[in-house]
């Protein structure tokens, strides 16, 4: 195919201008039509990429899962609001700063705080806690991924201190997007969302799953477009793992393969974004965290929630790493990710642009 005979630049340059249905055509052929030998040498183009920003390092995050309740109700998600089966369980604000300091004597210099849409958690509590965070911990930096919020409570959170917010779009295309969601919820105001965290200061983290249901070549090459349009400074795609008490039980689980595809693909297109090996990867093949290193992602986000809650903030079935402490999880995962051949790294990791002291100019 074409694309193996041009640079590196050249087709970061193609799958940065290309329409629609050229970019559908790509990820059709790289997900369903090459031979391993093409696919080897993607990966390996998006590894040359990840070296020139970030090297072998591969960053880590502390992830904190501070409370499972949640007002929303996606379709595909096992803590939505009117799963009755879910076990709720909410943080206090000491037991948050408590992981928040166990991850900081085990050496990570980023937080992230991670929930359901909680209305327990009002501006001023969440400004408190944040600014908590901050003063205790100077030197790390503060993720929130707490949902859909206004924008004037997204700029009061980010004067408390807030450096980054995570806000998978999971879909770029509307029809898509309301197949998996209910009517209030909508895809323009995810999108406008993440366009206010942007401008308002954060680095900002967008997303969406792999193989989730109705999904095809065609949604994929919008999720291509909205990214390339956004230019987020961090992107998390995880496979779709189907959780038992929502409407989706029963699909079958993916394999690896077409998730780490994309993170390839993405990391070509985007040469200079953060990328996790996501937890859900590493979930559907034991391989697959190591899998997507080697295919140009750079973030991992061990957990640092405490054991006696992890399996309560269950968004899909099986997940690993949920009977570990923090220490032991991270030994583990230390190990792996240098036996793969990459740096473990636990400073702050900010976007390439950021780390240079330069300005928000990312992609
Ligand atoms: S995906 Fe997020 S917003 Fe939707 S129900 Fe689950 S926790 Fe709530």
């Given at each position: ?111 992230v705080l ?9 501006d001023?509590?969440l400004?408190?806690?944040v ?10 930096a503060v993720t929130l991924s707490v949902g859909e919020r206004r924008s004037d409570s997204y700029k009061r959170l980010y004067d408390a201190g807030a450096d980054r917010y995570l806000l998978r779009h ?18 323009e105001n995810r999108k406008q969302c993440l366009y206010s965290l942007k401008e308002i200061g954060y680095q900002v983290g967008a997303g ?18 909205f990214l390339?349009d956004l230019k987020p400074h961090m992107i998390g ?37 953060l ?76 976007h ?8 928000l100019?990312c992609?």
């Amino acid at each position: 195919m074409q694309f193996m005979t041009k640079s590196d630049y050249e087709f970061s340059r193609y799958l940065n201008t290309a329409g629609k249905k050229e970019l559908s055509g790509i990820i059709r052929y790289f997900c369903a039509e090459t031979p391993q030998e093409e696919l080897s040498e993607l990966a390996a183009c998006a590894n040359r990429l990840r070296e020139k920003h970030y090297g072998r390092r591969v960053y880590f995050r502390g992830l904190i899962e501070f409370s499972s309740h949640c007002r929303k109700d996606c379709y595909y998600c096992g803590i939505r609001k009117s799963n009755f089966n879910a076990r709720r369980y909410r943080l206090s604000e000491e037991e948050i700063l408590s992981c928040c300091q166990n991850g900081y004597n085990l050496g990570f210099r980023t937080f992230v705080l991670q929930s359901g849409e909680d209305s327990y958690f009002t501006d001023e509590r969440l400004c408190s806690l944040v600014a908590e965070i901050k003063q205790r911990f100077a030197d790390c930096a503060v993720t929130l991924s707490v949902g859909e919020r206004r924008s004037d409570s997204y700029k009061r959170l980010y004067d408390a201190g807030a450096d980054r917010y995570l806000l998978r779009h999971e879909t770029a295309d509307v029809a898509h997007y309301d197949k998996l969601h209910p009517p209030m919820m909508s895809l323009e105001n995810r999108k406008q969302c993440l366009y206010s965290l942007k401008e308002i200061g954060y680095q900002v983290g967008a997303g969406f799953m792999m193989e989730s249901p109705f999904q095809t070549f065609d949604t994929l090459a919008e999720d291509l477009i909205f990214l390339r349009d956004l230019k987020p400074h961090m992107i998390g795609i995880g496979p779709f793992i189907p959780h038992m008490y929502t409407r989706f039980a029963g699909l079958d689980t993916p394999s690896s393969g077409r998730t780490v595809v994309m993170l390839s693909l993405i990391r070509i297109m985007l040469p200079k974004v953060l990328l996790p090996s996501t937890t859900a990867l590493g979930t559907i093949d034991p391989q697959g965290r190591e899998k997507g290193l080697k295919a140009g992602a750079n973030v991992v986000m061990p957990n640092l929630s405490p054991v006696a809650y992890r399996s309560d903030y269950s968004l899909y079935d099986n997940k690993i790493c949920t009977g570990e402490e923090a220490a032991e999880c991270l030994h583990c995962l230390t190990n792996r990710i240098e036996s793969a051949g990459f740096e473990p790294d636990f400073s702050r990791g900010d976007h390439v642009d950021l780390q240079k002291g330069g300005d928000l100019i990312c992609g």
